[in-house]
């Protein structure tokens, strides 16, 4: 950090770390519910120990163990490029094998995924085991003969919630074909981008899907996609488009011959061909994953294949709570890490059935999750705080019209607060359900903190302790612990590796080291794990029962409802567009959720554009670049930016002015004045608030 900028963010006013806890109610405890314990997966309390840091990194055999290994392993961690680690040395194994043919002997004609349609009209699919394999199968075949894709070669699939995406993934997994899901609903553009980051030879889409009642031509993306692609220097050679009814197409956008190829056709020939599945090493490449972080580039965030799968396994287990025969739903899509570890891979290690839904939660009512539980017998629930405060929002009483019984439910991806928890608890879980608040991210392949369902009592809006085998700890920015009970937040860490733990970020080493170990590590060269904590980028608190609370980012990262976005990334979309000199990102809290996106644009003085017409633009060129889901809440067009005397954008000021935040010390700005026209323009005359705001925000800009 430059000096100026450390006087800047000392001299601000905002929270100070001791502060940010005096406001924190302890809340109540609630116990599993008995029923529950009964039945759970993991009720010996000595798991503790079990996977405690002296049992470390063996204690990880437990989870590998409920794999099937074409060849078992020989060392169980290998540090020698620490942090760069390897799990589960020597060993081979197939996922799709894991997924589903090691299933088909006792469980043949077992749903593995049901498929709910936006549409309430359009009956579930059931993909029994057998199914699933051998469309999986015949998929694999595909690719392996048409697109004559190997082991190690990378595709990206652009695709929505339909049970083709999984089936897509499972063929990549059999031929051992790394694949890079892009959320369906980010734009062409943002899914041309990470085709040319992993340099795929092959993308995968769809013509059309249901979204709010109404068909989107998706295929209508391709062209940007491509196009993008092709400006970052890569050119896919080859487009496989799934269709969402075989008889017909959702999309009018022409397929180019020889380029573009309708999957159901490839199909035709493919009929009872069996693919032999590729043993690969338990280190080789499995998926990429895209995420955001404080530079504009999005970063492939590259999980390994035994570590991984054994990883979500073991967390589905215990945390999940999965018995091969519940059935599971979790509202998330697949096309984030969440959909991947706790839709796909873990449930169908375990054998379990797990439910996909196309749509909208609240489509066509909000009684529509529990219609659909009520239906398939859903058991265990997983969904996000966003959802859980959109649903209660809408339809509070909802969820007692209906006859469903949960036994578990998840929260995960922001902090949730209280209340919504409460109502989770008792309105959708009708008190009979264990909660699990889950704290993880992209880059951690599986959960981090969470409580465990059937020994540790809840805490509203805690997530919990580290899991069995994972090992946090706070440190200040000096890289002091602070203790449990200590009234303080800092930075979350993980002391130790774990098999989930993402191998690199593709293409840029360098770049894992610097953003998630440089931080507490002491000695670049050690080969020892305990000299590279795991920085996570997440504030958090650890209360005096040890039960973790995180508080948010502490980067240039806003969640939106759950899904992260780069305010670098939203930043350099508008400025794509000519008329703006200079654009800043902030977050404003959302009582639905969360966090939103309000944008800041200085135009360049030779602009004669009307500014509602250059804040059009700007939401536009967001939604062209990244997607809806970055779709700006409101677009400021101000004459000046508040800045430093180095020139830098004070963001932190236009956060305060966003959220009615105290905006702290502005004397120390080049341009003091400009604050208060900008607070006049978006506040209008109210008086000057001293509000003090979620701490995430008030540190917003703060951290470089
Ligand atoms: C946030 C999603 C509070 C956090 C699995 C993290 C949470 C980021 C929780 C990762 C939770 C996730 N409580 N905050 N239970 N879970 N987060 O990569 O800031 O999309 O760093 O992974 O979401 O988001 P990602």
């Not at 470390?56 to 290998?78: I, S, V």
């Not at 929260?411 to 009979?432: L, M, N």
Request: net charge neutral; glycine share 8%; charged share 25%.
């Amino acid at each position: 950090m430059a000096e100026s900028q450390r006087a800047e963010s000392e001299s601000s006013g905002n929270l100070t770390e001791a502060e940010i806890a005096v406001h924190w109610k302890e809340e109540e405890y609630f116990v599993p519910p008995p029923k529950f314990i009964g039945q759970a997966n993991l009720t010996d309390p000595a798991i503790m120990e079990r996977f405690g840091l002296d049992r470390f990194p063996e204690c990880f055999r437990e989870y590998a163990d409920l794999l099937t290994w074409d060849q078992y392993w020989h060392t169980t961690l290998d540090t020698s490029h620490a942090p760069f680690y390897k799990w589960f040395v020597g060993g081979k194994l197939n996922v799709s094998v894991n997924c589903l043919d090691r299933h088909l002997p006792l469980h043949r004609n077992k749903a593995a995924i049901i498929f709910q349609a936006e549409p309430e009209e359009e009956p579930p699919q059931v993909l029994t085991f057998q199914e699933l394999w051998v469309r999986v199968n015949e998929f694999a075949a595909v690719l392996r003969d048409h697109c004559k894709l190997k082991a190690g070669d990378r595709v990206t699939i652009h695709m929505p919630m339909v049970p083709e995406l999984p089936v897509t993934m499972l063929a990549c997994a059999r031929l051992g074909v790394i694949h890079s899901v892009v959320f369906g609903g980010f734009s062409g553009e943002a899914a041309g981008r990470r085709a040319a980051d992993s340099t795929s030879k092959v993308l995968i889409t769809m013509d059309g899907y249901w979204r709010n009642g109404k068909t989107t031509d998706h295929l209508a993306n391709l062209k940007a996609s491509l196009d993008a692609s092709k400006a970052d220097g890569h050119e896919v050679p080859m487009v496989l488009v799934w269709q969402r009814y075989r008889e017909k197409m959702l999309s009018t956008t022409p397929l180019q011959k020889g380029r573009d190829f309708l999957v159901a056709e490839l199909l035709k020939e493919k009929a009872g061909v069996r693919v032999p599945p590729v043993s690969m090493p338990a280190e080789a490449p499995f998926f990429l994953m895209y995420t955001s972080g404080t530079t504009g580039k999005p970063k492939g965030c590259q999980h390994s294949t035994g570590g991984y799968l054994a990883y979500v396994a073991g967390t589905s287990k215990f945390i999940q709570d999965i018995h091969p025969t519940d059935v599971y739903w979790c509202m998330a899509d697949i096309g984030w890490i969440t959909g991947h570890s706790y839709i796909v891979y873990g449930p169908l290690a375990l054998g379990t059935t797990t439910v996909m839904y196309e749509g909208v939660p609240t489509f066509p009512d909000p009684g529509r999750p529990w219609r659909i539980a009520q239906r398939l017998g859903v058991n265990i629930f997983h969904t996000s705080p966003t959802a859980i405060r959109q649903l209660r929002k809408v339809g509070p009483d909802e969820p007692r019209k209906y006859d469903y019984h949960f036994k578990h439910m998840t929260t995960v991806g922001e902090p949730i607060e209280p209340e919504a928890w409460r109502w989770y608890y008792h309105s959708v879980g009708k008190d009979e359900a264990v909660i699990v608040d889950t704290w993880w991210q992209t880059e951690t392949g599986g959960f981090l903190c969470s409580t465990k369902p059937g020994i540790d009592r809840m805490k509203p809006g805690s997530a919990g302790p580290g899991i069995p085998g994972i090992h946090p700890i706070i440190f200040d920015e000096n890289g002091h612990v602070l203790p449990p009970g200590s009234q303080k937040a800092g930075n979350i860490c993980i002391q130790n590796p774990w098999p989930g733990l993402m191998q690199t970020i593709w293409g840029d080493p360098d770049r894992m080291v610097r953003q998630y170990f440089a931080k507490y590590n002491k000695n670049p060269k050690s080969t020892d794990w305990r000299d590279w904590p795991y920085f996570a980028g997440d504030g958090a608190l650890i209360a005096a029962d040890g039960y973790y609370r995180i508080l948010g980012r502490i980067d240039d990262v806003i969640n939106v409802a759950g899904h992260r976005l780069g305010t670098k990334e939203i930043e350099s979309a508008c400025l794509t567009v000519p008329h703006v000199a200079e654009a800043a990102v902030v977050p404003v809290a959302d009582e639905v959720k969360g966090r939103v996106v309000e944008v800041y644009i200085a135009l360049k003085p030779t602009s004669k554009t009307p500014p509602n017409e250059v804040a059009q633009k700007v939401t536009l060129a967001v939604e062209t670049s990244i997607g809806k889901i970055a779709r700006p809440k409101t677009v400021h067009i101000v004459p000046d930016m508040p800045k430093t005397r180095s020139g830098k954008i004070m963001r932190r000021v236009l956060a305060g002015i966003s959220n009615r935040m105290d905006t702290g010390d502005i004397t120390t700005l080049a341009n003091p004045d400009v604050v208060e026209t900008i607070r006049k323009q978006v506040q209008g005359d109210a008086p000057v608030a001293t509000k003090k705001g979620p701490d995430d925000i008030a540190r917003f800009g703060k951290v470089d």
